[in-house]
């Protein structure tokens, strides 16, 4: 019982250090798998070992493709491609319904490029929007953040689901496809409520800079979507032929679907299709594009490693097996995930690293709560997620990016922005909860 104690003391000392000391949470993290392990009972040398292996061990299944996805992203952002994915959505959807498209585009575009990034890179549109159609601001904004926080909390390879799914050995395909059937009624319940709340505040008036830049030279639809859907169904194509019934045929077949289906290899046909996306006017090389990215990518690479080597201790010193035992007669199941990283988020304010802790925490226990099947280790993935975007507030940079580009003030954006994740996080640990009882 000691040893949990101070891992909640320890928890809290992480959460009080980044909001209030702006401690980064690489080193916490590294520091509280130093203290977990010592406190546990590992003498210097076990520590040190137990650090290293853990680190290591998860850099080396998802270090690549974290990569991969940051370059997607950026060539996304550079090229135009994310204001290409919108404009298309819109065109279908049609003007009347700008909300959904913009929740739609959210949905989309935040797959492979960070929530705060995409929502700068389509608040443009969304003014120019507003401006024309006249919906409020706030119905569209928060409409493009309700889609873009769906699927950075819930979708691979977005850096905070694949972290989890890693620390938690589940299945990524399966992640990617269970991600997304409860990622689809969490974005349209913040829609939802953009809708509802949109009517009843008001926004500052600006009309700057409303003006979409129409001139510039888009990418094609197709290629903009291409280095997104590909590898995700290279991905999900993997998992339906490992199907015990292999649908897809096995030998040569089972081995191609196997290979192209690959994280890391469906991610780097990803890449080269990106790389479609650079007009070949545009003065910058490939070589800045890439390591723009990639740039981007070493914060993620290495905050996720630092969770790794922190599941890594506490798996060594048996604290799964102890929170285990106290709440596995509460039948708590996958509520205990969802708790645990909502509290984390809603207290340091970023998801990924709520989710990166989480996973850490509660991957010794998934046997004693009987999730440790294929099937719980997803859903577990998917409870943390639902935790990691309950709720958005001040200290959260998210929050802020949505309300200076929407042009709300602080109370305003926390009745639309906070109010909507709430609303999210609770449909998805509600879905996830349905799921697990039909199905466990």
């Known amino acids: 019982m000691e040893i949990l104690i101070v891992l909640i003391i320890v928890v809290i000392l992480m959460v009080i250090a980044a909001t209030k000391f702006n401690f980064h949470p ?9 203290v977990m392990g010592f406190v546990g009972g590992l003498n210097e040398s076990e520590v040190i070992k137990t650090l290293t292996e853990g680190f290591g061990k998860t850099l080396g299944s998802i270090g690549i493709i974290i990569a991969f996805g940051t370059i997607i992203g950026a060539y996304l952002e550079k090229s135009g491609g994310a204001k290409t994915l919108a404009k298309s959505v819109l065109k279908v959807i049609g003007k009347k319904r700008s909300a959904l498209a913009m929740n739609i585009t959210g949905f989309i575009v935040s797959i492979p490029v960070y929530c705060d990034s995409g929502f ?9 929007i507003s401006k024309n159609s006249k919906i409020p601001l706030v119905v569209l904004g928060v409409s493009l953040a309700a889609g873009l926080y769906a699927t950075h909390v819930f979708v691979p390879p977005t850096p905070g689901p694949l972290a989890a799914a890693a620390a938690l050995d589940a299945d990524l395909g399966l992640v990617i496809l269970l991600g997304l059937l409860v990622a689809i009624p969490v974005s349209f319940v913040g829609l939802f409520w953009a809708k509802y709340i949109g009517k009843r505040v008001k926004t500052k008036k ?17 290629l903009a979507f291409s280095p997104i859907i590909i590898p ?5 194509l993997k998992s339906i032929a490992n199907y015990p019934t292999y649908p897809l045929g096995e030998g040569t077949v089972l081995s191609i679907f196997n290979f192209i289906g690959n994280p890391i290899i469906a991610l780097f046909v990803g890449v080269f299709l990106a790389f479609r996306l650079k007009n070949k006017k545009t003065k910058e090389t490939h070589l800045n594009w890439v390591t723009s990215g990639l740039k981007e990518a070493g914060i ?10 922190f599941g890594a201790v506490l ?22 995930p969802f708790i645990i990283a909502a509290v984390l988020k809603s207290a340091q304010g970023s998801s990924t690293v709520s ?18 099947s294929t099937l719980g280790r997803a859903l577990t993935v998917l409870s943390v997620g639902a935790g990691a975007m309950t709720v958005s507030h001040l200290n959260d940079s998210f929050f802020w990016v949505v309300a200076q580009f929407t042009e709300m003030d602080t109370a305003t954006a926390l009745k639309s922005q906070t109010v909507s994740t709430f609303l999210q996080g609770l449909t998805g640990i509600t879905i996830v909860l349905i799921m697990g009882w039909l199905f466990l």
Do not use: Y
């Open 300 to 309: 993620i690479i290495l905050i996720t490693g630092a969770g790794g080597a």
């Open 232 to 236: 995700i169904l290279l991905i999900a």
């Open 206 to 222: 600006n009309e700057n800079n409303v003006t979409a830049t129409k001139l510039e030279k888009l990418p094609k639809t197709s």
């Open 315 to 336: 798996r060594a010193t048996g604290v799964g097996d102890i929170i285990g035992s106290i709440f596995s007669d509460m039948h708590i199941g996958l509520l205990l």
């Open 26 to 34: 690489f080193l916490s993290l590294l520091l509280a798998a130093i």
């Open 355 to 372: 989710i990166i802790t989480t996973a850490a925490i509660i991957a010794p226990t998934l046997a004693s709560f009987g999730l440790d």
């Open 120 to 128: 700068i890179i389509l608040s443009p549109l969304n003014k120019a």
